[in-house]
């Protein structure tokens, strides 16, 4: 009888040990990149529907589960619920608790199983998206040993591969009125006291704007070159307005740089630290009014009269990259 004892407070002291050793977080991650913006790309992974009817890898696992919806698509506190008897699918809740920058948060409940955190990134690539679907499942004391003979990422990994398979086929095959310019995310920031070398400021049409940022773009940069003067951003037009039903800017052509440079034969202008909302646009220059509109769109909702000026970044060279779907041109609104 001893004997049994010993060998039991054995076992539970090498259990014990074990779960001291044992890892306190499970992290199973996998990626893909979809041919579609990032803001489109964010809209849809907030909408739970979208994830059940079209993505998600369970769903075929057992159609008739019982799933409801709880709050807005795109807002915090939307969350799915579903019930099944197939033990796989089991029951559960999913609901959105934040969304950070790049980043969208989600408690992710089983029943008898407790709260884990599945997420999503989703950064802009080659003009697309990459999108990486995660989850961390933090591990109860007691259950590390058991925890040390299973592999979750082998578990998991393939059903997130399936399920990421899905949604690149389910977006990249959306008929285009619903990739939509109102779908940009506008992004308010901080702007930084700035200082730009630049054309002359002028009043143009929309036909002579292309020629005058030809123009003067590269002859600006190569004044800063002989100069040995490094801009400390892209190429950037800056207008200072624009007549919607003249169609014709108040604007110029510019180069970033530091606040003491001076460049003989060029104008400079500075502008104030302040707020901007930020929109970054991928696509051909001539689409670019759509991002435009969605800021405006956004300074309507949320009160915002006025802006001091307007910048454009021309991040992508043109020459160097010919696909226009992969240009990508930041677009700032300085507000006053």
């Known amino acids: 009888m001893k004997k049994l004892l010993y060998v039991i ?27 579609q913006p990032v803001d489109v790309v964010k809209k849809a992974l907030t909408d739970h529907k979208f994830f059940h009817d079209k993505w998600s890898p369970w769903t075929e696992k057992d159609p008739a589960a019982v799933t409801n ?46 709260t884990s955190k599945a997420y999503y990134i989703v950064t802009a690539k080659d003009g697309g ?76 049409t929309l036909a002579e704007m292309a020629p005058f940022f030809a123009k003067n773009f590269p002859a600006i940069a190569e004044a800063l070159g002989k100069e040995k003067i490094q801009p400390i951003a892209p190429p950037t037009s800056i207008y200072w307005s624009f007549d919607e039903k003249e169609m014709k800017g108040d604007l110029t052509a510019a180069f970033k740089v530091g606040s003491a440079t001076k460049l003989k034969g060029w104008e400079s202008y500075s502008f104030p630290a302040g707020k901007v909302l930020m929109v970054d646009y991928y696509g051909a220059y001539e689409k670019i009014g759509d991002a435009h509109m969605a800021i405006g769109t956004h300074m309507k909702e949320k009160g915002i009269k006025d802006q001091t000026a307007v910048f454009e970044e021309y991040v992508t060279d043109p020459m160097s990259e010919k696909d226009t779907a992969k240009w990508l041109t930041k677009v700032y609104y300085l507000l006053k």
């Open 69 to 114: 919806y709880i709050g807005n698509p795109g807002e915090i506190g939307h969350a799915m619920t579903w019930s099944s008897k197939v033990e796989e699918v089991g029951q559960g809740t999913l609901a959105i608790v934040a969304m950070n920058g790049d980043s969208i948060i989600e408690d992710l409940s089983f029943e008898g199983m407790g």
């Open 129 to 204: 998206s990459n999108v990486t679907w995660g989850m961390d499942m933090k591990i109860g004391f007691f259950f590390r040993p058991i925890m040390m003979f299973m592999n979750m990422d082998k578990m998991i990994g393939p059903d997130y591969e399936k399920g990421l398979a899905n949604l690149k086929k389910a977006m990249e095959s959306m008929p285009a009125e619903n990739t939509a310019s109102t779908t940009y995310e506008v992004k308010e920031m901080e702007w930084p006291e700035s200082h730009y070398v630049a054309a002359k400021r002028q009043i143009l």
């Open 9 to 35: 407070l054995g076992l539970i002291g090498i259990y014990l040990i074990l779960a001291l050793v044992g890892k306190s977080r499970c992290v199973v991650e996998r990626s893909v990149v979809v041919n």
